[in-house]
């Protein structure tokens, strides 16, 4: 007889679920998972060999359990870049924004206690919830992936959550939220509350406007949570961050696991954060290649919403795997996000980004012919 996870005793609200991922296919183009398309500078490559050196001789003893030096660096990134001034008590680090957004959960979240979250919108923010024993709410947004004021005070006002999501730019429709729309929801919030706010700006650093940043002022209970992911062109190394009150910085090292960041990880992301003005070079790029993806593929006849971060939602489909398969056949991968009629495209390199398009292209002549 064979034996799989439906007969272990996994948690009830683990069963029938699907863990997260993109599919990993061997294609020339490969725009689905909204990595970074250019590799890091080879002054960043031996900085990091550097460190990680230095780093190495001291393996034998734990590393710096509160990520002091990485911290202070990381306060000055956001200061520089934002205009907003935080220190070394207002930020935490942790493996990847997942990270930070489990450990904000366990903090806040947890069994008997709600979050709620915007969809269409970043999934992992339910999948860590149920993870936690959080319950999960997903909230309205509306036709144009807008998040509706006076229906999500609604829903905050009734279900009351101790943690509330609100991704901007949003994944995966790419949209901004409104600086008046945050400050609105966070008030609800605390009049229903008090809640946690968490902000979500891994995609920040692609935006028209301006980081949400400074709304920390005067706001103990709001979170701004990032990642280096993808402005850094640093997938691989896993490394997510938050500002916030020192007051929340303490409460999340209540459930941070002993010595969480490592020595290489620590030295590896200090290494990127030298050459701060290098990778911001390359995210204006990306920027130029998202804005001409939304304008060329309007220009075919396609849909898209507008787009804040480095990718770009378009449709409409009546059946977007269907059209998602076609693209592939063609050797391009782009990321079919199960929003009804509609797929992601990330913003590549200009050659990759030509590829795609000379493939919608060609579909959609296919499917007007």
Request: aromatic fraction near 8%.
């Amino acid at each position: 007889m064979s034996f799989g996870i439906d007969d272990l005793p996994v948690r009830d609200e683990l069963r029938g679920k699907s863990p997260y991922g993109a599919p990993q296919l061997d294609v020339p183009v490969r725009l689905n998972t909204n990595e970074n398309p250019y590799p890091l500078p080879e002054s960043l490559v031996e900085r990091i060999a550097e460190r990680v050196r230095d780093a190495a001789r001291h393996l034998n003893r734990y590393p710096d359990r509160d990520a002091v030096e990485l911290r202070t660096r990381l306060a000055e990134y956001l200061t520089k870049t934002s205009g907003y001034g935080v220190d070394l008590t207002n930020v935490w680090a942790a493996n990847g924004s997942n990270e930070v957004i489990q450990q904000l959960l366990q903090t806040f979240g947890g069994p008997g206690r709600t979050a709620i979250g915007f969809e269409p919108s970043y999934s992992m923010h339910g999948l860590i919830a149920r993870g936690t024993g959080t319950d999960w709410i997903s909230g309205p947004r509306g036709d144009d992936f807008t998040i509706d004021v006076t229906a999500a005070e609604r829903a905050i006002a009734e279900h009351r959550p101790d943690v509330v999501f609100i991704t901007t730019p949003n994944n995966p429709t790419g949209n901004a939220v409104p600086r008046e729309t945050v400050l609105a929801l966070y008030e609800a919030a605390q009049a229903a509350g008090p809640s946690m706010v968490v902000v979500d700006e891994a995609y920040i650093e692609f935006s028209h406007g301006d980081s949400l940043l400074p709304l920390l002022d005067g706001r103990p209970h709001l979170v701004v949570s990032r990642t280096m992911s993808k402005a850094f062109g640093a997938a691989g190394l896993r490394l997510g961050y938050l500002a916030a009150h020192p007051a929340v910085v303490d409460a999340v090292q209540l459930v941070r696991l002993p010595y969480h960041l490592s020595a290489v990880t620590q030295a590896t992301a200090l290494a990127a954060l030298e050459h701060t003005d290098t990778l911001l070079g390359y995210v204006e790029q990306l920027k130029t290649e998202r804005d001409r993806l939304v304008a060329e593929l309007r220009a075919i006849g396609y849909e898209v919403t507008e787009s804040d971060a480095n990718f770009v939602q378009f449709g409409r489909f009546e059946d977007a795997h269907d059209v998602w398969r076609r693209i592939l056949d063609r050797g391009v991968l782009v990321r079919d996000n199960g929003v009804p009629g509609w797929l992601r495209v990330t913003a590549g390199t200009p050659a990759e980004n030509d590829a795609f398009l000379d493939a919608v292209r060609e579909l959609k002549k296919e499917t007007d012919a």
